[in-house]
């Protein structure tokens, strides 16, 4: 897998959208961006996926530049249960065995008041 | 409710227990998975089974032993404790569909 480079930390107002960035440099073709977060003490929660094309769900949307080496999370609109450490990982698709999913030690988002 | 659910939540244990955390997932996944998070905060994949068998085996000391009696349930066994041990142990699984892992809430396991 890919190796992933994510800011330490970030901050960011309530109701504000939070913008959370990646670099992968060394993606290949095959492999997806995938995005998970963890609040405190809980298992980590997946947000959102993508191979080439922008994504969007329920949670967030996925903005992945066109060579692909890197990607933006963005949360439109940011609550205090956004609070959470946000995981930027890029593996290759399940085949049989599934993942072998490497979480490094992504970054910690403040949602403020 | 549908999930991936891991009991128990808390383990205090002395040194040189053996203790056992149990997973089961009843989401029809084909692969499940035991990570270990440590003190740092790490995520690091200790085994994955599909459909029963071992498919990934970190270097994880043999005193962890994995035991999956079928593909809903991934039971994690560890013999002789050390303090070194002392984690929180995530469950987790995921199915071809590709949409990611799927954790439990995990179990702090602290030996004493």
């Known amino acids: 897998d890919a190796k992933t480079t994510q800011p330490t930390s970030m901050d960011c107002a309530e109701g504000r959208a939070a913008n959370l960035p990646c670099n992968h440099s060394?993606?290949?073709?095959?492999?997806?961006v995938y995005w998970y977060r963890q609040i405190h003490s809980q298992g980590p929660q997946y947000i959102i996926h993508?191979?080439?094309n922008n994504e969007t769900n329920e949670m967030a949307s996925l903005i992945i530049t066109e060579d692909r080496k890197s990607s933006t999370l963005i949360l439109p609109h940011a609550t205090l249960r956004d609070t959470a450490v946000y995981y930027c990982?890029?593996?290759?698709?399940?085949?049989?065995?599934?993942?072998?999913?490497?979480f490094g030690a992504g970054t910690r988002l403040f949602v403020k008041a | 409710d549908t999930a991936v659910s891991q009991t128990p939540k808390y383990l205090v244990t002395q040194m040189g227990n053996d203790k056992s955390i149990k997973c089961e997932q009843n989401?029809?996944?084909?692969?499940m998975y035991w990570y270990k998070q440590d003190s740092k905060k790490f995520l690091k994949i200790m085994f994955s089974?599909?459909?029963?068998?071992?498919?990934i085996n970190e270097t994880v000391p043999n005193r962890f032993s994995p035991k999956s009696p079928d593909k809903a349930h991934l039971n994690l066994h560890i013999n002789s404790l050390e303090l070194g041990d002392s984690a929180v142990y995530f469950c987790?699984?995921?199915?071809?569909?590709?949409?990611?892992?799927?954790f439990g809430s995990g179990t702090r396991l602290t030996v004493v």
């Open positions: 987790a699984s995921s199915d071809r569909d590709r949409y990611g892992y799927t």
């Open positions: 060394t993606i290949s073709g095959n492999e997806y």
């Open positions: 993508g191979l080439k």
């Open positions: 990982i890029v593996t290759v698709a399940p085949q049989t065995g599934g993942f072998k999913t490497i």
């Open positions: 989401l029809g996944h084909d692969t």
């Open positions: 089974y599909n459909n029963k068998e071992l498919i």
